[in-house]
């Protein structure tokens, strides 16, 4: 048992202690409000859920260390690839220096290894920005998957030119521009091909998905394959306090999507609560499953956790049969040292962001993380993390 384990809260503590500091459906922008929340949380003791909860394959994982990290850099959202040739290859992304200010410059990256837990070695970089002005100027979240015989990306382009939009983190004037971006190519080694943007928001004012003000334009989108049609999963809607995860379907993995007339993730019809995002969805036993981060415990009941929710149809999510899928850093890094650790951006004790499977024969193999948090004991940069799924 860790000692983090005291996070560990039925759902229904964890959103009553989020809405007395205010957060409940707030997004984890507000920093300086998710660290109150994150002390209320660990001071109220441990209140254990039903490990039959847990999501059953990934109870017991190995850490394996840091997948990706560049000096001077912020690496995110690392997704992972096994190609045909037994290489591994991971599409991220980085920009310089501080967490919001100098996203305007992030781009994507593409590493390649032998093995998956690395090391990855730089290889190029696979779909460039879009010129000032178009939407993809600066790149974010890219999520790849086979598409025949090649390979297809979408990823999140966003077309805030000033710093200052961003500064402030993901609450932040600027973000509203984001919206989705697609590339082809035959091999995972290139070239990309761009083809645009995916789909963009509904005009119909009374749609679920229409931008609200604020709005969060189309948050990192993600996409997979079912039953022979795409599914592109997303957050939109009027941040903080009326987004939702939602879905679009198309055809062709280049669109075009339609986006659905409801959401996917509701709880009794309404908004769940708390504050899901970062998408992994992927194809299992004839099931879509969709891994997400609950920033706030308002599914799982661990603030920080991470959720698994699964569909027969990949249009609606039971949010009554979610599972908490993984905990904290702490409970896999077994050297984790307070003292040593960097915090850079997140909650005060060290959790995932964008979190991502290794999928080999079909089934996941592999965990890749993010982290606000540099827990080798040392740096000045944030790290991508993997560990290996015992089976």
């Not at 979610?322 to 040292?337: G, N, Q, R, S, W």
């Amino acid at each position: 048992m860790s000692k983090y384990d005291k996070r560990l809260l039925p759902v229904e503590v964890a959103v009553t202690l989020l809405s007395i500091v205010g957060l409940t459906g707030q997004p984890a922008v507000a920093q300086s409000k998710a660290n109150d929340v994150s002390k209320v949380v660990g001071e109220i003791g441990r209140v254990n859920q039903d490990p039959a909860r847990d999501w059953p394959l990934t109870r017991e994982m190995e850490w394996k260390g840091v997948a990706v990290g560049e000096p001077g850099y912020w690496c995110w959202s690392a997704w992972p690839v096994r190609a045909d040739d037994g290489k591994y290859h991971l599409f991220g992304e980085r920009w310089p220096k501080g967490p919001m200010e100098q996203l305007d410059q992030s781009e994507l990256r593409h590493y390649v290894a032998d093995k998956p837990e690395g090391p990855y070695t730089f290889v190029d970089v696979p779909v460039h920005r879009g010129k000032k002005g178009e939407f993809d100027h600066s790149q974010i979240y890219p999520c790849v998957q086979r598409n025949g015989k090649g390979w297809v990306m979408i990823y999140t382009g966003l077309n805030s030119t000033d710093p200052s939009d961003l500064a402030t983190g993901w609450s932040a004037k600027g973000f509203d521009t984001m919206r989705p971006g697609v590339a082809l190519a035959d091999s995972l080694d290139g070239p990309w091909r761009k083809i645009g943007m995916a789909f963009d928001l509904p005009k119909d004012p009374k749609h679920w998905a229409h931008p609200g003000a604020p709005d969060i334009g189309i948050h990192v989108a993600t996409f997979v394959q079912f039953h022979g049609k795409w599914f592109s999963y997303f957050k939109a809607g009027k941040r903080m306090e009326h987004d939702f995860m939602g879905v679009a379907v198309s055809d062709r993995p280049e669109g075009p999507y339609q986006i659905q007339d409801k959401p996917c993730i509701l709880k009794n019809g309404k908004r769940p609560p708390g504050y899901i995002e970062d998408m992994f969805p992927f194809v299992m036993n004839d099931k879509v499953y969709l891994m997400v981060c609950d920033n706030y415990g308002g599914v799982g009941g661990l603030m920080g956790g991470i959720v698994m929710f699964e569909s027969n149809d990949g249009l609606t999510f039971d949010y009554n049969k979610a599972t908490l899928a993984v905990k904290l850093i702490p409970d896999y890094y077994k050297e984790f040292d307070p003292k040593k650790d960097k915090h850079f951006y997140g909650p005060d004790e060290p959790k995932f962001e964008a979190p991502r499977f290794l999928m080999i024969d079909g089934k996941p193999a592999y965990f890749f993380g993010t982290s606000g948090h540099n827990v080798m004991g040392g740096g000045t940069y944030p790290l991508d993390y993997v560990l290996k799924i015992k089976q």
